[in-house]
């Protein structure tokens, strides 16, 4: 039986939610719910706001998923015209590195420097390991929510949900060393792979915690699923709610806090008198980031699922256009979508198709 091909809308969803999430929480991360109710009102941080680098900016969450995005899609190119599978990894890692001389060598922050290779931020163990020379595993016990943020695309061209799983595990490991920070990651890409193939977010997430079950050292993630899911079937969660889940700034709380808001998001957006597709992702993205925690780690991974599962349409359009890098966003879906799909570009004499066609997102 052939594996279904991911759904194009809910591909684009999924990057572009989770790029619309990490712009949305950026200027809110690591205050207190209280200080940001205080800084923008009763219903707390509602639209794009002024951050760091400007109203609808990306930070190194959505740098790191389209790079794991591009060099993904690359690897499949290069598998189906030259035969030679087994780079993925190693082509996420050189793209990992390339993005770590950022901060090595930074070329600046202003306007006119693509967001793409500008310096926004990024994780001390994530960047540590990366400048590991020849390291494979990082020599850490990190289980930091950079391990879990950028695997998304993990879960699109994979063959089954088991292969997403295993695909993200290695990309973790690429930059953190504890098995949480694996596993949660894991958990989220097979999460994703069902949802961009037309599963519903509930039958996707029993998917995954099967296929976590399999592994040992799944008790923290398992016990932080265990308590999203419970407090998601307890009823609509508030953002004080979400608090007892966790900061997010580790691998499984942000997992279980964006798990807890995906289950609900269509009640959500109900309960906020906009139940039309719009508003179920304005109403879960509000929610995911208005946190005393990693908001802009939390609005991403709430965006890709809820991306995932809705599509592009999930998110209000004045978001979608503000947002700085919309444009690559929906060509490296496209590319995601034509290669992963029933009918990848042929080989040369095949169609006419170019063999060696690849997305050209990352090159300068």
């Known amino acids: 039986m052939r594996t279904p091909s991911p759904l194009p809308d809910r591909l684009t969803g999924c990057l572009i939610g989770g790029a619309i999430g990490d712009a949305l929480g950026a200027p809110v991360e690591g205050l207190g719910l209280d200080q940001i109710l205080e800084r923008h009102g009763p219903q707390g941080l509602t639209e794009y706001v002024e951050g760091s680098y400007g109203i609808g900016a990306i930070t190194d969450e959505t740098q790191l998923t389209l790079r794991t ?13 030259k035969g030679i599978g087994g780079a993925a990894v190693d082509m996420v890692r050189t793209a990992y590195v390339d993005w770590a001389r950022i901060h090595r060598d930074p070329a600046g ?3 006119t420097v693509d967001p793409l290779y500008a310096p926004r931020g990024y994780g001390a163990a994530t960047v540590a390991a990366l400048r590991e020379t020849g390291a494979w595993k990082p020599v850490n016990k990190s289980k930091g929510c950079a391990a879990v943020v950028r695997v998304a ?3 699109f061209g994979a063959g089954d949900a088991e292969r997403a799983f295993e695909l993200a595990t290695e990309v973790a490991a690429l930059t953190h060393g504890h098995r949480t920070a694996h596993l949660a990651a894991g958990v989220f890409a097979s999460t994703v792979w069902g949802l961009v193939r037309g599963a519903e977010v509930a039958a996707s997430l029993a998917r995954a915690r099967e296929l976590l079950e399999g592994h040992t050292g799944h008790g923290e993630v398992s016990r932080a699923l265990d308590g999203a899911v419970a407090r998601a079937h307890s009823g609509v969660p508030t953002a004080r709610d979400l608090a007892e889940l966790g900061d997010g ?4 709380e942000a997992l279980a806090v964006a798990v807890c808001v995906a289950l609900r998001a269509e009640d959500l957006a109900a309960r906020g008198g906009a139940p039309n597709t719009a508003g179920i992702g304005r109403s879960a993205l509000r929610l995911a980031v208005n946190h005393s925690g990693d908001s802009d780690t939390l609005g991403s991974l709430c965006g890709n699922l809820v991306g995932a599962r809705y599509g592009v349409h999930a998110f209000p359009g004045h978001w979608q256009s503000q947002l ?3 444009e690559r966003v929906i060509g490296l879906a496209a590319d995601a979508a034509l290669e992963y799909g029933p009918c990848p570009p042929a080989a040369l004499g095949h169609d006419g198709a170019h063999e060696t066609w690849t997305v050209a997102h990352f090159e300068r």
């Open 109 to 111: 922050s202003g306007p």
């Open 153 to 155: 695309p993990c879960g």
């Open 69 to 81: 995005c591009d060099a993904l899609v690359r690897a499949s190119v290069r598998a189906r015209n």
């Open 324 to 326: 700085e890098v919309r």
């Open 249 to 252: 700034w580790t691998s499984e």
